[in-house]
């Protein structure tokens, strides 16, 4: 059999109540719908963090952020490290196998030189590489004023234009970000098209993330609904337009069939003020996590589990949803095993969930112990049951519980804390919690830090055992 292309599509801080198929009410996401229609809609999938830098990394190397090297949100600044050298990445591993690899918007894993793309595995980059822009300007805002901390020297952030062809700086100024990503994809697929070689296509929205910005277009069609719901509304639609645009370009060129198209949002949402561009100063919640519990930087339900689809329509087949947990350090070894390569050598912690995929009529059985952090969260998941520990739903806040026991399968929300009643499950829970947490915290300091320092882009999250 010959080897599928591979086409990933993630968006920003999209709730996984933001899409019609996910049940809501009030936008219309007809493409990624119809995504869903031809394959498989993921009941429970999961990033591996619930912020943007680590879930990428994890999404990319196969492996636990701890284990990938990036734990933190990483800095915009023209001499940011990132994602270290030495870990062999999907892209990296998939074009030793044959594959052409491209990427095609945010990076967020480091913008100093040894950090960027190219040097990950990505055989072309086109978009920026910190972790907003502003969607006209292509201006990175976010270090305006800030003290910065480089090479052990006090310096005062300023904006910083981040828009890059390979290592080449380019300027679209007026170009709204995300119709540019679309038409960008659609050309790496045409030149793709004309060659032989498979493809891995890496394309990479900034919607819905901060700064809100949409075209007068996208806002008339949510002119109904109240301003800030609005501007999510619109922004959400506008990548639904760009997804349906490269989505038409593989029907084009006859390549759907055989190209497997993935769909992740890299975190739940955003309730940060950044998001108000008025100096409001309360919370945010014009993005939803429909039934769940938390948002982006928690570790309940809301902030980790997302929207998931995956497409192949010669293998896989349509219309299905699957209850089978699934994570973003999965991804590595499903295209892997997808594209006939071994991936034995590359130590994952991800599983190849390949059979899960192609076989929905097989249920999955096995259970297996899922793990996050953040801050001085940790949480695990086991079977229906979920245990937070040090909880956060708001970040300047202390945690809800010490100890959060639920279970997913009759309380999605996270509503009721079971610790009480049933004891010796909490108390199993948080021993392999603490466990796993302790090992992340022993492979830091013993692998990363000796190798990468105490650089704020690789700071180690704090963490009350």
């Known amino acids: 059999m010959s080897q599928p292309n591979i086409l990933v599509i993630i968006s920003d801080d999209q709730g996984y109540g933001d899409l019609s198929c996910m049940g809501a009410p009030d936008l219309k996401t007809p493409h990624l719908d119809s995504l869903a229609e031809s394959g498989v809609l993921f009941d429970n999938f999961y990033s591996n963090s619930p912020v943007c830098s680590p879930s990428r990394a994890s999404m990319l190397t196969g492996k636990y952020p701890g284990k990938a090297g990036v734990r933190s949100i990483i800095d915009g600044h023209r001499w940011a490290p990132g994602l270290p050298q030495g870990i062999t990445t999907l892209p990296a591993a998939l074009k030793n196998g044959g594959y052409r690899t491209d990427l095609v918007g945010k990076w967020h894993l480091g913008v100093a030189p040894g950090s960027r793309p190219n040097d990950h595995g990505f055989d072309n980059f086109f978009g920026f590489l910190g972790g907003t822009v502003d969607y006209f300007s292509h201006i990175n805002y976010g270090m305006n004023n800030r003290t910065l901390v480089v090479e052990d020297q006090e310096i005062t952030g300023t904006p910083v234009h981040d828009l890059w062809q390979n290592d080449g700086e380019i300027w679209h100024d007026g170009r709204y970000m995300t119709e540019v990503i679309g038409e960008k994809t659609c050309e790496r697929i045409d030149h793709h098209a004309a060659g032989n ?269």
């Open 197 to 465: 070689d498979p493809f891995y296509l890496h394309v990479a929205f900034n919607a819905p993330h901060f700064p809100l910005h949409a075209p007068n277009k996208y806002r008339e069609r949510f002119a109904h609904l109240p301003a800030e719901r609005g501007i999510i509304a619109a922004m959400i639609s506008a990548l639904d337009d760009a997804i349906g645009t490269i989505l038409a370009r593989l029907d084009h060129h006859g390549l759907r069939d055989d190209t497997i198209v993935f769909f992740m949002s890299d975190n739940g949402p955003s309730r940060e003020i950044r998001n108000w561009l008025d100096g409001t100063q309360t919370a945010f919640y014009g993005s939803t996590a429909g039934a769940l519990k938390g948002h982006k930087f928690s570790l309940f339900e809301g902030g980790v589990r997302v929207p998931g689809i995956i497409s192949w329509p010669s293998r896989i087949p349509s219309a299905q949803h699957t209850a089978t947990p699934m994570v973003g350090m999965d991804v590595m070894p499903t295209f892997l095993e997808a594209a006939g390569i071994d991936s034995d050598e590359y130590d994952l912690d991800g599983t190849s969930m390949l059979d899960v995929l192609t076989h929905p009529q097989i249920a999955e059985t096995s259970e297996r112990d899922l793990f996050w952090e953040q801050g001085d969260q940790t949480s695990i998941r086991r079977g229906e049951w979920k245990l937070v520990l040090n909880g956060r739903l708001v970040e300047e806040e202390g945690p809800v519980d010490e100890v959060f026991l639920s279970n997913l399968r009759t309380d999605v929300g996270e509503s009721k804390n079971l610790v009480d009643q049933l004891p010796e499950l909490a108390a199993e829970l948080t021993a392999q919690a603490l466990q796993w947490r302790n090992e992340i915290e022993h492979y830091w300091d013993t692998h990363w830090v000796p190798k990468l320092g105490t650089s704020t882009s690789f700071s180690r999250p704090a963490f009350h055992r």
